[in-house]
């Protein structure tokens, strides 16, 4: 029997290579700015609040994947950066994940290849 990821795991798996790329494509920045950026580049597919944001930048601060920066400003607000590991990090789990997509769309094409309607001959 094949061993499988529950879904929430591997949803926080998927979030976590979101605020990697995000960073490393937008520059550093603080978790609410960054909730507010996935919340629009995914139109609401992905709930992201600070909440749910600054855990992920905690595992991947712990993990060597982001640094923070000190504190400023009057709410404290702290700015994280993707490190040289977290952009190795990125690259592997893009890597893992494509032969999943590329193997979604051949089903996707064949599905549509096989449900494509026929024209009736004139």
């Given at each position: 029997m094949i061993e499988r990821e529950p879904l929430e795991r591997h949803a926080l798996k998927v979030y976590s290579l979101f605020v990697l790329y995000f960073l490393l494509t937008e520059g550093p920045m603080s978790g609410y700015e960054l909730a507010q950026l996935i919340k629009e580049r995914s139109r609401g597919h992905f709930?992201?609040?600070?909440?749910?944001?600054?855990?992920?930048?905690?595992?991947?601060?712990?993990?060597?994947?982001?640094?923070?920066?000190?504190?400023?400003?009057?709410?404290?607000?702290?700015?994280?950066?993707?490190?040289?590991?977290?952009?190795?990090?990125?690259?592997?789990?893009?890597?893992?994940?494509?032969?999943?997509?590329?193997?979604l769309l051949k089903m996707i094409d064949h599905v549509l290849t096989i449900t494509a309607p026929t024209k009736p001959f004139s």
């Open positions: 709930r992201a609040t600070a909440g749910n944001v600054y855990p992920r930048l905690h595992e991947l601060k712990e993990a060597g994947d982001v640094s923070a920066g000190e504190p400023t400003g009057g709410r404290e607000k702290i700015v994280y950066e993707i490190t040289e590991q977290g952009k190795q990090t990125l690259r592997e789990g893009a890597l893992k994940r494509r032969q999943h997509i590329e193997n």
